[in-house]
């Protein structure tokens, strides 16, 4: 089989609750590449990366689209079933840009479950779940509106949450106090502080509300507090509440010293930052190996990078996988049909051969950039 034409689209992925705010970051849409592969043989394979804005991780929408069509002339005649070989083949035209690399990479995977007959999951390793523990944002905003949220969040079946802090410090805390006002036994709080926290200030936060937690007897996990490893190895280092590594853990060296040096609990495994499902299988064997819990997700997306995630969960043992993000749900818009379906805070992934979805080519519209 030989990959006979490489599509490009973009598509921008509204947001359902108007924005959606992080750290210092705020955006009320993103832009997503949507990648179609044809092959002689009749197959097309459909995969999406869409990077979190351009200042969140060192990937860009247009960055995507550019990469796409460097590698795309050179990827013209090989097999995309044989996904090592097209990998390093990726790595011989382009050094690096793993978020470039995914959308094929994904493409690429589903073509080979159709071509076998069988939905990603089971070529990733077997249906080890039979559904997956979703968990739901909770955008940073006024602390008091976080806190009404969160309960609409668990009204509508949610019992893991993640809220956006890594702001100012005092606000922070006060995010924390208002939201544990409102747990209820049972409750997984992750607070993810992307980066936003400086060393001293995530000391403070974590010192402050430690013991708020421990009091209550709930479930709180602080997820990457400052930029770099050595600064959240510190903060893992001067708290007991369990840490989760995300924006650090960009490969395996990282996920080696984190490992050796005790630095966390747990990883946030984002698809597009490992380049793909490949990249990030090798990941996740290695984790269940070394006895580390991951969040499985991706950077963002719609349906089809969704799908992906699910097909790696559901492909994951339940013992070893945290928790995942349905992106899809939080968009005003659909990019494909058939995607996971999402009911009481879980997923499923789809059951047909590859990912499962169909792009909507209404919505989608013409390619940016077409190669033969
Ligand atoms: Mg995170």
Same mark, same amino acid.
């Given at each position: 089989?030989?990959?006979?034409?490489?599509?490009?689209?973009?598509?921008?992925?509204?947001?359902?609750?108007?924005?959606?705010?992080?750290?210092?970051?705020?955006?009320?849409?993103?832009?997503?590449?949507?990648?179609?592969?044809?092959?002689?043989?009749?197959?097309?394979?459909?995969?999406?990366?869409?990077?979190?804005?351009?200042?969140?991780?060192?990937?860009?929408?247009?960055?995507?689209? &550019?990469?796409?069509?460097?590698?795309?002339?050179?990827?013209?005649?090989?097999?995309? &079933?044989?996904?090592?070989?097209?990998?390093?083949?990726?790595?011989?035209?382009?050094?690096?840009?793993?978020?470039?690399?995914?959308?094929?990479?994904?493409?690429?995977?589903?073509?080979?479950?159709?071509?076998?007959?069988?939905?990603?999951?089971?070529?990733?390793?077997?249906?080890?779940?039979?559904?997956?523990?979703?968990?739901?944002?909770?955008?940073?905003?006024?602390?008091?509106?976080?806190?009404?949220?969160?309960?609409?969040?668990?009204?509508?079946?949610?019992?893991?949450?993640?809220?956006?802090?890594?702001?100012?410090?005092?606000?922070?805390?006060?995010?924390?106090?208002?939201?544990?006002?409102?747990?209820?036994?049972?409750?997984?709080?992750?607070?993810?502080?992307?980066?936003?926290?400086?060393?001293?200030?995530?000391?403070?936060?974590?010192?402050?509300?430690?013991?708020?937690?421990?009091?209550?007897?709930?479930?709180?996990?602080?997820?990457?507090?400052?930029?770099?490893?050595?600064?959240?190895?510190?903060?893992?280092?001067?708290?007991?509440?369990?840490?989760?590594?995300?924006?650090?853990?960009?490969?395996?060296?990282?996920?080696?010293?984190?490992?050796?040096?005790?630095?966390?609990?747990?990883?946030?495994?984002?698809?597009?930052?490992?380049?793909?499902?490949?990249?990030?299988?090798?990941?996740?064997?290695?984790?269940?190996?070394?006895?580390?819990?991951?969040?499985?997700?991706?950077?963002?997306?719609?349906?089809?990078?969704?799908?992906?995630?699910?097909?790696?969960?559901?492909? &994951?043992?339940?013992?070893?996988?945290?928790?995942?993000?349905?992106?899809?749900?939080?968009?005003?818009?659909?990019?494909?049909?058939?995607?996971?379906?999402?009911?009481?805070?879980?997923?499923?992934?789809?059951?047909?051969?590859?990912?499962?979805?169909?792009?909507?080519?209404?919505?989608?519209?013409?390619?940016?950039?077409?190669?033969?």
């Amino acid at each position: 089989m030989k990959i006979s034409r490489i599509r490009i689209f973009q598509v921008d992925l509204p947001m359902k609750e108007g924005a959606y705010s992080w750290s210092t970051q705020s955006f009320s849409a993103f832009d997503s590449t949507v990648v179609l592969i044809d092959t002689d043989e009749g197959l097309t394979g459909v995969g999406e990366s869409c990077p979190l804005g351009p200042s969140y991780l060192a990937a860009y929408a247009e960055g995507v689209r &550019t990469g796409v069509s460097v590698l795309a002339p050179g990827l013209m005649g090989e097999d995309p &079933t044989q996904l090592d070989k097209v990998n390093l083949r990726m790595d011989e035209l382009l050094k690096g840009h793993p978020y470039v690399k995914s959308a094929i990479d994904m493409a690429c995977w589903d073509i080979l479950g159709k071509a076998t007959g069988m939905p990603v999951y089971q070529l990733l390793g077997g249906r080890l779940q039979e559904r997956v523990q979703l968990f739901k944002v909770v955008a940073r905003a006024d602390p008091g509106l976080m806190a009404e949220r969160f309960v609409e969040y668990r009204q509508s079946g949610f019992d893991h949450f993640q809220i956006k802090v890594g702001e100012h410090p005092e606000t922070d805390i006060e995010r924390f106090r208002r939201v544990l006002a409102e747990m209820q036994p049972g409750d997984v709080v992750d607070a993810d502080a992307n980066t936003g926290w400086k060393q001293h200030d995530a000391l403070r936060v974590v010192g402050a509300v430690e013991q708020m937690f421990q009091e209550r007897q709930l479930s709180c996990f602080i997820e990457q507090p400052c930029l770099s490893y050595e600064e959240c190895l510190a903060v893992r280092q001067h708290t007991n509440l369990p840490v989760i590594l995300d924006e650090c853990m960009d490969g395996l060296p990282i996920l080696l010293r984190g490992h050796r040096d005790n630095a966390m609990d747990l990883i946030n495994l984002k698809i597009n930052r490992m380049g793909g499902l490949t990249r990030a299988r090798q990941v996740r064997d290695l984790c269940v190996q070394l006895g580390i819990v991951m969040t499985i997700e991706d950077s963002w997306g719609g349906e089809i990078a969704t799908s992906a995630i699910a097909h790696l969960a559901q492909s &994951t043992p339940r013992a070893f996988h945290f928790q995942s993000s349905a992106f899809h749900d939080y968009a005003s818009i659909a990019i494909a049909s058939g995607g996971p379906q999402v009911a009481d805070g879980y997923m499923t992934a789809p059951s047909e051969p590859g990912l499962g979805v169909d792009p909507l080519m209404d919505v989608l519209r013409k390619p940016v950039c077409e190669f033969h």
